[in-house]
């Protein structure tokens, strides 16, 4: 059996055991597996060579589920409120932005995100989004969803003073870190090497967690070092994390390698296009996005556009400079800058051509250059018989398309 999952659409979890079994063999299953957005539980943890699909040990008997559908049915009845609430929601927008340059002069800022309760799969959401939910207001479903922020900073030791701040926010939001495993982000580097520095211990970490006692040195971009100066020589980094995030159970420093931090210039460009007006007074900025691709290793089999780095777009997002230099300006797009972006970056609009790169997609795109997995089905197979094809919910595996030779089903294409 070989199939793809895109990493976007999976979440790394782990069982003790009696709770899931092996869907062909019926073997009680312990250890990794993959928990795909459409619910479905696969062994392991490598999205190119998923294992067999795994099923509850104990599934719910006949009776349980005409409970079940007895009360989901009473409860719209009595609910009407909620459920028209649910209904009227729109999905929660993914946004990041640049640091102005206040942000810079003050030597922080903060970011904003959500992930659904009970769940680790996070969104780095806008301050609007945030204040929105906090606020309860009827737009993003605030019951489903949980937001939180966390203080970023941008100048000095930012490898030391960011790890404590996530060190501080796993307290109460678990996995942050793989979130957020990029220390020194927008780092706008103020200070020179500091050399000739020693730790007695309880301070730095060699990468495999191991304490670390000794001299070292703090590089500007690389941070903390092993040995009292740098030089070319290859020589360990040093943490101030005992546990390094792993983000999809790869090794951290091999995933630094696929995810390198932003190119922030040495000083953001300002505008002297006059800043308009809401009609409720003066924005303190001209606000603007752009849509940008997330790039990243392209899975096995994948064949569409490669950048010159070799790296694949696996998603897209809309990123605010913070200065109107951004492709969609408030001058030009007026209230509708930040949602006509959002529309180009999930893939609702042509703008950009966003859309499926996965050849063997219906909705496979040639000339698209973003990716967008909202356009894409979560999971395809070569071999019918992997699908159960009389699901609960009543969908059916489809015929995709051939790719490569081989043809291709999901239970979306139709």
Same mark, same amino acid.
């Given at each position: 059996?070989?199939?793809?999952?895109?990493?976007?659409?999976?979440?790394?979890?782990?069982?003790?055991?009696?709770?899931?079994?092996?869907? %062909?063999?019926?073997?009680?299953?312990?250890?990794?597996?993959?928990?795909?957005?459409?619910?479905?539980? *696969?062994?392991?943890?490598?999205?190119?060579?998923?294992?067999? $699909?795994?099923?509850?040990? &104990?599934?719910?008997?006949? !009776?349980?589920?005409?409970?079940?559908?007895?009360?989901?049915?009473?409860?719209?009845?009595? !609910?009407?409120?909620? %459920?028209?609430?649910?209904?009227?929601?729109?999905?929660?927008?993914?946004?990041? $932005?640049?640091?102005?340059?206040?942000?810079?002069?003050?030597?922080?800022?903060? $970011?904003?995100?959500?992930?659904?309760?009970?769940?680790?799969?996070?969104?780095?959401?806008?301050?609007?989004? *945030?204040?929105?939910?906090?606020? &309860?207001? &009827?737009?993003?479903?605030?019951?489903?969803?949980?937001?939180?922020?966390? &203080?970023?900073?941008?100048?000095?030791?930012?490898? !030391?003073?960011?790890?404590?701040?996530?060190?501080?926010?796993? %307290?109460?939001? !678990?996995?942050?870190?793989?979130?957020?495993?990029?220390?020194?982000?927008?780092?706008?580097?103020?200070?020179?090497?500091?050399?000739?520095?020693?730790?007695?211990?309880? =301070?730095?970490?060699?990468?495999?967690?191991?304490? *670390?006692?000794? =001299?070292?040195?703090?590089?500007?971009?690389?941070?903390?070092?092993?040995?009292?100066?740098?030089?070319?020589?290859?020589?360990?980094?040093?943490?101030?994390?005992?546990?390094?995030?792993?983000?999809?159970?790869?090794?951290?420093?091999?995933?630094?390698?696929?995810?390198?931090?932003?190119?922030?210039?040495?000083?953001?460009?300002?505008?002297?296009?006059?800043? #308009?007006? %809401?009609?409720?007074?003066?924005?303190? $900025?001209?606000?603007?996005?752009?849509?940008?691709?997330?790039?990243?290793?392209? #899975?096995?089999?994948?064949?569409?556009?490669?950048?010159?780095?070799?790296?694949?777009?696996?998603?897209?997002?809309?990123?605010?400079?913070?200065?109107?230099?951004?492709?969609?300006?408030?001058?030009?797009?007026?209230?509708?800058?930040?949602?006509? +972006?959002?529309?180009?970056?999930?893939?609702?609009?042509?703008?950009?051509?966003?859309?499926?790169?996965?050849?063997?997609?219906?909705?496979?795109?040639?000339?698209?250059?973003?990716?967008?997995?909202?356009?894409?089905?979560?999971?395809?197979?070569?071999?019918?018989?992997?699908?159960?094809?009389?699901?609960?919910?009543?969908?059916?595996?489809?015929? +995709?398309?051939?790719?490569?030779?081989?043809?291709?089903?999901?239970?979306? +294409? +139709?």
């Amino acid at each position: 059996m070989s199939y793809i999952i895109p990493k976007s659409q999976i979440v790394i979890k782990s069982t003790p055991g009696g709770e899931f079994k092996d869907e %062909r063999t019926g073997i009680p299953y312990v250890g990794e597996y993959m928990e795909t957005l459409d619910g479905f539980l *696969y062994q392991g943890s490598n999205n190119l060579n998923p294992g067999n $699909r795994l099923i509850p040990i &104990k599934p719910p008997s006949k !009776k349980q589920k005409t409970i079940r559908h007895k009360t989901v049915a009473k409860f719209n009845l009595l !609910k009407p409120k909620v %459920r028209d609430f649910i209904t009227n929601t729109e999905p929660i927008p993914s946004m990041k $932005r640049y640091p102005t340059e206040e942000d810079y002069t003050l030597g922080y800022f903060h $970011r904003y995100f959500t992930k659904r309760i009970n769940d680790t799969y996070y969104l780095e959401i806008s301050k609007e989004t *945030y204040d929105s939910m906090i606020n &309860k207001e &009827k737009i993003y479903d605030y019951n489903l969803y949980e937001v939180g922020q966390i &203080k970023w900073y941008l100048v000095g030791n930012v490898f !030391k003073s960011n790890s404590l701040e996530i060190e501080k926010a796993e %307290r109460q939001w !678990k996995n942050l870190s793989h979130f957020f495993p990029i220390f020194n982000e927008f780092q706008r580097p103020t200070i020179p090497n500091q050399e000739g520095l020693y730790t007695p211990g309880g =301070e730095l970490y060699r990468a495999d967690g191991t304490e *670390y006692i000794g =001299e070292y040195h703090i590089h500007t971009t690389i941070g903390p070092m092993e040995g009292p100066i740098h030089t070319e020589n290859p020589h360990p980094k040093l943490y101030y994390l005992s546990q390094l995030p792993t983000p999809r159970n790869m090794d951290y420093e091999d995933f630094l390698k696929e995810y390198p931090p932003p190119n922030i210039p040495s000083e953001i460009p300002t505008t002297t296009e006059a800043t #308009p007006n %809401r009609g409720e007074g003066t924005i303190p $900025r001209i606000e603007s996005y752009n849509c940008i691709a997330q790039w990243g290793i392209p #899975p096995s089999g994948y064949s569409g556009f490669i950048n010159s780095d070799g790296q694949a777009p696996l998603s897209s997002t809309c990123v605010d400079p913070g200065d109107g230099t951004g492709v969609y300006k408030y001058s030009e797009y007026a209230s509708q800058a930040l949602s006509t +972006c959002q529309s180009s970056c999930d893939g609702t609009t042509e703008t950009f051509g966003i859309g499926c790169l996965w050849p063997f997609d219906p909705n496979h795109c040639s000339s698209c250059d973003i990716h967008d997995v909202s356009l894409c089905t979560g999971i395809y197979m070569h071999n019918v018989e992997d699908f159960n094809t009389e699901q609960e919910q009543g969908a059916y595996t489809c015929f +995709c398309g051939n790719y490569d030779g081989l043809p291709y089903y999901s239970q979306v +294409c +139709c």
